[in-house]
């Protein structure tokens, strides 16, 4: 108990004194406003294990583009953290492959990779991390997480690898990479399962007559050649499950994935006439 007193005194001396010397008024001003709204800057540090030494580059990876309109204009959005990010995380889990399974094809790794990386994995390490709880949102956005949407926690893990890498070098990106993705079997577990969701369900309510599984765009955002679309699946009238990607297939996906976890946490068997009720409504 004695040394998280210590660590949080540490870190609040840091970071006084970080926006007392700071000239840069700019990043002075969203430290102070941060502050007085209860933003947790000790469990932040906590959360990546990580002590930043440039506060700019993290406040940045923070900041999805709808804040913009409720800081000062001078300040980006985390969309090129998150480029150079992607890129980083991409690498690190490719060489962790390449060392890790020297017998496997390059089909087989690729496709290994892709799972390890993908929105919807990415999303729960950020959950895991509590990574939303120091995100930096418009209204509307935050509801957006709150109703399932993966894309800006998942986003988010990947700004954060950028800042990591920019502020303490390619080590430090790496350690935060294998502490949180890596080294949990959970996340390898559930990579190396078969992800083709949309088969898995589409094979669970046939086998039950409950109908066909249908999909559909609800929502679409981002320039178009980083689009992101949010996808519903509903079996009758009666929504399943919803997730998002950066293609319709790769939303669809996520969407089957969420239906499955939602029955398989439910732990219960879904009938025709669940359906039908839920349809009669």
């Known amino acids: 108990m004695l040394n998280n007193i210590i660590n949080r005194l540490r870190c609040r001396f840091h970071l006084l004194c970080f926006s007392f010397l700071s000239r840069d008024a700019q990043v002075?001003?969203?430290?102070?406003?941060?502050r007085s709204t209860g933003f947790d800057f000790v469990q932040f540090e906590k959360a990546l294990q990580y002590r930043?030494?440039?506060?700019?580059?993290?406040?940045?990876?923070?900041?999805?583009?709808?804040?913009?309109q409720l800081i000062d204009e001078r300040w980006e959005s985390n969309e090129r953290l998150e480029f150079l990010g992607d890129a980083i995380l991409s690498f690190v889990v490719a060489e962790h492959l390449y060392r890790t399974y020297p017998e496997m094809e390059e089909g087989n790794l690729t496709k290994l990779r892709s799972r390890l990386v993908n929105r919807k994995i990415l999303a729960q390490r950020s959950k895991n991390l509590h990574l939303s709880?120091?995100?930096?949102l418009s209204t509307s956005a935050a509801q957006s997480i709150d109703?399932?949407?993966?894309?800006?926690i998942a986003d988010a893990f990947e700004?954060?690898?950028?800042?990591?890498?920019?502020?303490?070098?390619?080590?430090?990106a790496k350690r935060f990479i294998y502490a949180s993705l890596l080294e949990n079997p959970e996340v390898f577990n559930?990579?190396?399962?078969?992800?083709?969701?949309?088969?898995?369900?589409?094979?669970?309510?046939?086998?039950?007559?409950?109908?066909?599984?249908?999909?559909?765009?609800?929502?679409?955002?981002?320039?178009?050649?980083?689009?992101?679309?949010?996808?519903?699946?509903?079996?009758?009238?009666?929504?399943?499950?919803?997730?998002?990607?950066?293609?319709?297939?790769?939303?669809e996906q996520s969407a089957a994935?969420?239906?499955?976890?939602?029955?398989?946490?439910?732990?219960?068997?879904?009938h025709p006439e669940d359906v039908n009720e839920t349809s009669a409504k």
């Open 28 to 34: 002075k001003s969203l430290v102070e406003k941060l």
């Open 52 to 68: 930043p030494r440039k506060w700019k580059l993290f406040l940045q990876a923070l900041i999805h583009r709808s804040y913009l």
């Open 133 to 136: 709880d120091f995100l930096l």
């Open 147 to 152: 109703s399932g949407s993966e894309s800006i």
């Open 159 to 172: 700004s954060i690898v950028g800042a990591l890498y920019l502020d303490g070098g390619f080590a430090a």
């Open 190 to 251: 559930s990579a190396m399962m078969d992800d083709n969701y949309k088969s898995a369900l589409l094979e669970y309510v046939q086998a039950r007559s409950l109908g066909i599984p249908r999909y559909s765009v609800t929502h679409e955002e981002g320039p178009e050649h980083d689009r992101r679309f949010t996808v519903e699946v509903t079996i009758g009238a009666h929504s399943w499950g919803v997730g998002s990607g950066r293609s319709k297939k790769e939303a």
């Open 257 to 270: 994935a969420d239906a499955l976890e939602r029955i398989q946490q439910q732990k219960v068997d879904v």
